[in-house]
């Protein structure tokens, strides 16, 4: 097994021969080698899931079973094409119109071929950064949805201040800004057989540093609220 040193000489020698990102590179030799690679004490399993890397959306299995083909097939069209040259737009177009991608998975393959050629970072939406989080609590819907939207609950668990909610009319859905930095929150809550799915999206973030802060922060926070709803 390479050191750490040795991988990422192996990682920068085909970044230089293939023009690839340095993701890119590096998630091509880990998957012909099945290695760990570089990862250090601080990559967690949350950072990098099993089939499923910081450059791609989904796994192997589903985007086979979902689109008809692999990310390398897709990722080998959209080069032979010229996909580096175009939007977004132009390129989930393009997926759709010449090879009948739905619009799901159109989004998907572009979005994953854009961070692995470099052209969109992680967590890199149209409009900024964004994060999200889900954890499923032992509460109905108008409870869990309550633990935002009501300001004397949600600072029993939520040790932030930074957090105003906006109108919405959409169902079991609440919307706040958030003021450090200036952001956005979009909470949606779904009844499950077991209890409620809690989804928190934070949008509209400025980079990639914090966005990677602030979804650490949100696994810890939603957890908390995980823990506070068992214990009321």
């Known amino acids: 097994m ?29 998957r012909k080698s099945g290695e760990p690679g570089d990862r250090d004490a601080s990559t967690t399993d949350a950072d990098i899931e099993p089939a499923v890397t910081s450059a791609l959306l989904t796994s192997e299995e589903s985007m086979v079973r979902g689109s008809g083909r692999g990310h390398d097939d ?21 997926l759709q119109a010449t090879h009948g991608v ?3 998975w159109a989004q998907n393959i572009t ?15 149209t409009g900024g950064f964004s994060v999200s989080v889900t954890r499923t609590v032992g509460a109905d819907a108008d409870t869990a949805l309550a633990a ?41 809550v779904a009844a499950k057989a077991t209890g ?7 949008e509209k973030l400025p ?13 810890t926070w939603l957890d908390e609220l995980k823990r506070f709803i068992a214990s009321t």
């Open 111 to 125: 979005v994953s071929y854009e961070r692995a050629r470099g052209m969109r970072a992680r967590h890199q939406v």
């Open 2 to 30: 390479p050191t750490q040193k040795t991988f990422k000489q192996r990682v920068r020698a085909r970044m230089t021969k293939t023009g690839e990102s340095y993701t890119a590179a590096r998630h091509q030799l880990l």
């Open 196 to 202: 409620t799915a809690v989804n928190v999206t934070h």
């Open 148 to 188: 935002f939207t009501d300001a004397t609950v949600r600072g029993r668990w939520l040790p932030v201040d930074t957090i105003r909610q906006r109108p919405t009319r959409a169902s079991r859905t609440a919307r706040f800004d958030w003021s450090d930095p200036a952001s956005r929150v979009v909470v949606i």
């Open 74 to 94: 897709w990722f080998a069209l959209l080069d032979a094409w010229g996909g580096t040259e175009h939007r977004h737009a132009e390129i989930a177009a393009w």
């Open 102 to 104: 739905s619009g799901w």
């Open 207 to 219: 980079d990639a540093a914090t966005a990677d802060r602030l979804k650490a922060a949100w696994r």
